[in-house]
């Protein structure tokens, strides 16, 4: 591990004149930046610690829920307001990691969590996430985990975060505090796709730090549901995850929310199916349809073709899945 | 840095480097808690914190001096086990014993979170205010704990009995 200077941060004001300086990182609960660390993929200088930055849920008037950066996992997803309002966020978190590590990792660490490709872990690889301009040896490699849709010539790597995935479907929004200010990032636009830049992962600037999230009331909470596809049955990132939500009126759709997780560098709003679907029937054949269309756009590697069927069948079969759920209670 | 180890107050002269893992068993002598992957994916490192288990291995111990922290060290001793160490033994919960303290810490420190209401990925209710402690739920909460001699039946079971136990005492306690 690359020597640093560990710095405490009493409050927020305090924290961002460290993180101004060269070099420095801002550690959370260090579930993923201290392993990135070990391996000397990450090599700061400074570690300026946020980890004592108040952390609160809080009712909004104007944003419906506002979750403190600094709120660990375990404590997001077992809030009373969050499991009652956003359960489909809830689900979402308790989908990833372990009951340990979700103690420690905080939301905003969470959002802010880097890869899982192997070939970005392996120093003896080459990787443009990396080391801009090495190369991808994931492209042409054991490509089974990497992104089917949104991805480049330079990389292939997905995002690695379930607790995004409900974000984007729920049109959550990052705020963040910097040298120039505070400013609001809906997470759709938070994490970028590779290009030619996948060492650029968020549109963060140099010293920002995410101070909160602000989730938005919405007519989903009672028809939403995360379902992950993996390995093995707990503890593995996805293979491929949907976060999906229905609002119906009799059976017509009046809202409908759905990303995908596993399937490329940032959590996947499904758009396309989203408006296909908007003011239609309920209808597996619709899922179906709304789902392929989400899909055409996809580009498998060697390895990874059968993602682009799973994930089809998987949102198809979570938004049927929806339109079981009894009437919701008003 | 001053740490708050079993109870007792710890002094090491560390590097900012050193994992909360390194510093237990290279520094302070406390060799229960095991180095597994040293990645954060087997658990076999899980202490608990003020009361809640983490992965030692992915965590600096400059960020933890102030805390209480429990090792194995501090849940039980020879001829005074703790009760979940003591129904390990009964249930043949290990082989090897290597990933035993993590399970066990980690047991510890999931029994609290059932008690706070804590969901999981299998609650069928999400927003249910108690839990209804199923295997599956057991199995689920427990799958940040490898055991690579297998012996996740006996664990499961020494588990379910320490909690079942636990509630009766419970109950006798407050009928008395």
């Known amino acids: 591990m690359h020597p640093f200077r560990y710095e405490p941060a009493a409050d927020t004001p305090a924290a961002l004149a460290l993180g101004a300086a060269a070099g420095a990182k801002y550690l959370g609960g260090g579930t993923n930046l201290v392993d990135l660390m070990r391996e000397t993929i990450e090599r700061p200088d400074i570690l300026v610690d946020v980890s004592r930055l108040a952390g609160d849920i809080t009712l909004d008037d104007h944003y419906g829920l506002i979750i403190g950066a600094g709120v660990k996992n375990t404590a997001a997803a077992t809030d009373r307001l969050v499991r009652e309002r956003f359960p489909l966020l809830s689900q979402a978190i308790l989908a990833g990691a372990s009951g340990q590590i979700r103690n420690v990792a905080s939301v905003g660490g969470n959002v802010m969590q880097r890869t899982r490709c192997l070939y970005f872990f392996d120093d003896a690889a080459r990787c443009n996430k990396r080391e801009p301009g090495a190369g991808c040896d994931a492209v042409e490699g054991f490509n089974r985990n990497h992104a089917i849709l949104g991805a480049s010539p330079a990389c292939v790597a997905t995002h690695p975060s379930d607790m995004c995935v409900a974000l984007a479907a729920l049109g959550a929004t990052v705020r963040v505090d910097g040298p120039h200010g505070e400013r609001d990032i809906p997470i759709v636009d938070f994490h970028q796709l590779p290009g030619e830049t996948p060492q650029i992962e968020t549109v963060l600037r140099p010293g920002e730090l995410i101070a909160a999230i602000l989730l938005p009331a919405n007519g989903v909470a009672a028809r939403s549901s995360y379902r992950k596809v993996r390995d093995r049955s707990s503890y593995a990132f996805a293979l491929v995850s949907v976060a999906a939500g229905l609002e119906l009126e009799g059976d017509t759709i009046v809202d409908v929310r759905l990303a995908l997780g596993g399937v490329a560098h940032k959590p996947w709003r499904a758009f396309i199916a989203e408006t296909a679907l908007k003011g239609g029937p309920a209808t597996p054949a619709a899922f179906r349809q709304a789902a392929a269309a989400e899909l055409a756009s996809a580009r498998p590697l060697r390895d990874n073709a059968f993602k682009i069927d799973l994930a089809t069948r998987l949102i198809a079969d979570t938004l049927e899945k929806l339109t079981q759920t009894a009437e919701p209670a008003q | ?176």
Do not use: W
Request: glycine letters at 10%; a negative charge.
């Open chain 2, 1 to 176: 840095m001053r740490f708050n180890i079993n109870g007792q107050p710890m002094e090491a002269d560390v590097d900012t480097r050193t994992s909360l893992l390194d510093l237990l068993r290279e520094h302070l002598e406390l060799f229960g808690t095991k180095k597994g992957c040293n990645q954060g994916a087997c658990g076999a490192c899980t202490v608990l914190v003020d009361g809640q288990r983490i992965n030692s291995c992915l965590a600096l111990a400059v960020q933890y001096q102030d805390r209480e922290i429990i090792t194995i060290e501090g849940l039980g001793a020879p001829g005074s086990l703790h009760p979940l160490q003591a129904a390990f033994v009964e249930h043949d919960g290990f082989q090897c014993g290597y990933c035993t303290p993590g399970q066990i810490c980690s047991a510890v420190g999931m029994a609290d979170e059932l008690a706070r209401g804590v969901p999981s990925y299998v609650t069928a209710d999400i927003a249910a205010e108690a839990i209804d402690v199923t295997d599956e739920e057991l199995r689920e909460r427990m799958s940040g704990n490898l055991c690579r001699c297998g012996a996740y039946n006996g664990i499961i079971d020494a588990i379910r009995e320490t909690l079942a136990q636990a509630a009766s005492a419970d109950v006798k306690r407050e009928a008395a």
